[in-house]
């Protein structure tokens, strides 16, 4: 254990690092390490704790800062009433972190099935229980949620599993789908992907062609990343995710005016494609995110509608590849481990009875058309939850939260009954 305090520029920072058990459950099959910073404004000691849950999975909190300009964009605002507690989750970041390189990190050196085993305690389960562990280090007091997508599907469970330490709780894009197949989640995203896809082309008519030349290019092998991987068709599809941000369709565009053989190109898709080797859990644990008692199955692809098939111009969102592990070399190490988390028969993870009574309120954003988060399902979670405040605005996209500090403004608005629904 360590808890040191570290000075920025108009922020105090104190960093604490705890040993937990890998499994909460069974404490005998070893510990690991949770890093997070509690971050403090000036004269704001006294203020209540507010816990971020960061979006992913797979990604660490975000490094705070106010100069030369806020990281994240929103910490000044909460920092006018809060302390904020920025949690790296288990195995992101500086908390025992996981990574595909077989030499480092956990799981070096452990057969595949003893890779999955180890993944299998990386879901929103265990890392609820971080958090109260966390929390009863800082003294126990009840603490309010900042959940933003993965983050809010995180404080969902929070919700269900352990409504006792929470005074409050803040949802960004993250009232997930509770109740539901996982294939009724995908078939969902896919629609709306659909549809972003339309809605681009009729702001940018000239890329179709483009798209469809590189989609066979794709088919062909011939669309390769600067470290030499081919990029499959199902795989280029994905660079789709940035339509679901705000100013992604520029995004695009930009990379599409670029002649697909060209260094520009290679390296710009690259960066755009979401599924890579610095953040391995967003790939190895994304579907189980949606696994509410069951098997994922490779859910993304199994989903994948025949329009879809049939026309290389549509793109996907967060729909991972089901050959992703053998395109990519830096994910390849853990393709093995990746199947058998496939097959794997997930716990529950939410309770409909213990959302309906748990005496917590909720403030939440959602976002019309939301291409990770569809509201179909967020809107029927809000009515399960006992109050839950819910904004439902087509403003913003999936990423709101980090556009403008006026989303965070008024939810706490709401939460604290200032601003009426």
């Given at each position: 254990?360590?808890?040191?305090?570290?000075?920025?520029?108009?922020?105090?920072?104190?960093?604490?690092?705890?040993?937990?058990?890998?499994?909460?459950?069974?404490?005998?099959?070893?510990?690991?390490?949770?890093?997070?910073?509690?971050?403090?404004?000036?004269?704001?000691?006294?203020?209540?704790?507010?816990?971020?849950?960061?979006?992913?999975?797979?990604?660490?909190?975000?490094?705070?800062?106010?100069?030369?300009?806020?990281?994240?964009?929103?910490?000044?605002?909460?920092?006018?009433?809060?302390?904020?507690?920025?949690?790296?989750?288990?195995?992101?970041?500086?908390?025992?972190?996981?990574?595909?390189?077989?030499?480092?990190?956990?799981?070096?050196?452990?057969?595949?099935?003893?890779?999955?085993?180890?993944?299998?305690?990386?879901?929103?389960?265990?890392?609820?229980?971080?958090?109260?562990?966390?929390?009863?280090?800082?003294?126990?007091?009840?603490?309010?949620?900042?959940?933003?997508?993965?983050?809010?599907?995180?404080?969902?469970?929070?919700?269900?599993?352990?409504?006792?330490?929470?005074?409050?709780?803040?949802?960004?894009?993250?009232?997930?789908?509770?109740?539901?197949?996982?294939?009724?989640?995908?078939?969902?995203?896919?629609?709306?992907?659909?549809?972003?896809?339309?809605?681009?082309?009729?702001?940018?008519?000239?890329?179709?062609?483009?798209?469809?030349?590189?989609?066979?290019?794709?088919?062909?092998?011939?669309?390769?990343?600067?470290?030499?991987?081919?990029?499959?068709?199902?795989?280029?599809?994905?660079?789709?995710?940035?339509?679901?941000?705000?100013?992604?369709?520029?995004?695009?565009?930009?990379?599409?005016?670029?002649?697909?053989?060209?260094?520009?190109?290679?390296?710009?898709?690259?960066?755009?494609?979401?599924?890579?080797?610095?953040?391995?859990?967003?790939?190895?644990?994304?579907?189980?995110?949606?696994?509410?008692?069951?098997?994922?199955?490779?859910?993304?692809?199994?989903?994948?509608?025949?329009?879809?098939?049939?026309?290389?111009?549509?793109?996907?969102?967060?729909?991972?590849p089901r050959d992703l592990f053998d395109e990519s070399s830096e994910l390849r190490p853990l393709r093995e481990a990746a199947d058998i988390l496939a097959n794997y028969e997930w716990t529950q993870l939410y309770s409909t009875e213990r959302l309906a009574s748990a005496d917590?309120?909720?403030?939440?954003?959602?976002?019309?058309?939301?291409?990770?988060?569809?509201?179909?399902?967020?809107?029927?979670?809000?009515?399960?939850?006992?109050?839950?405040?819910?904004?439902?605005?087509?403003?913003?996209?999936?990423?709101?939260?980090?556009?403008?500090?006026r989303v965070l403004d008024r939810l706490i608005g709401l939460l604290k009954g200032q601003i009426l629904q």
């Open positions: 254990m360590s808890d040191e305090v570290k000075l920025l520029p108009g922020l105090k920072l104190r960093e604490i690092t705890l040993q937990v058990p890998l499994d909460h459950l069974n404490p005998a099959a070893g510990m690991i390490e949770i890093f997070a910073r509690v971050v403090t404004g000036k004269d704001g000691e006294k203020r209540p704790y507010l816990l971020f849950l960061q979006g992913g999975p797979g990604h660490e909190a975000a490094r705070p800062a106010l100069y030369p300009s806020p990281q994240p964009t929103w910490l000044p605002r909460a920092l006018e009433d809060y302390q904020v507690v920025m949690l790296d989750q288990r195995g992101t970041g500086k908390s025992t972190p996981v990574s595909a390189d077989p030499d480092f990190g956990p799981l070096a050196g452990l057969t595949p099935s003893e890779q999955a085993e180890y993944l299998t305690h990386l879901r929103a389960d265990e890392i609820v229980r971080d958090a109260e562990a966390l929390r009863d280090y800082l003294g126990g007091k009840r603490w309010t949620l900042l959940g933003q997508s993965f983050g809010g599907f995180t404080s969902v469970r929070y919700l269900s599993s352990h409504p006792e330490g929470l005074s409050g709780t803040i949802l960004t894009g993250g009232l997930t789908a509770v109740g539901h197949p996982i294939e009724d989640v995908y078939a969902e995203t896919w629609r709306i992907m659909m549809d972003k896809s339309e809605t681009y082309y009729r702001q940018f008519p000239e890329d179709r062609d483009r798209v469809r030349q590189i989609y066979n290019l794709a088919r062909e092998g011939k669309i390769i990343t600067p470290n030499g991987d081919k990029v499959g068709a199902d795989r280029w599809r994905t660079v789709g995710i940035v339509l679901g941000a705000q100013g992604g369709g520029m995004k695009l565009h930009e990379l599409l005016e670029n002649d697909p053989f060209s260094p520009a190109f290679r390296h710009d898709l690259a960066a755009m494609l979401p599924f890579e080797g610095r953040n391995p859990l967003y790939a190895i644990m994304h579907e189980s995110c949606y696994a509410d008692g069951v098997a994922t199955r490779w859910a993304a692809s199994r989903t994948m509608p025949r329009e879809v098939k049939r026309d290389g111009t549509l793109f996907a969102g967060e729909h991972l917590v309120p909720v403030a939440a954003a959602a976002y019309y058309e939301d291409a990770y988060v569809p509201l179909k399902f967020s809107t029927e979670t809000a009515g399960i939850l006992k109050d839950c405040r819910l904004w439902v605005t087509s403003e913003y996209e999936h990423n709101g939260l980090r556009q403008d500090a």
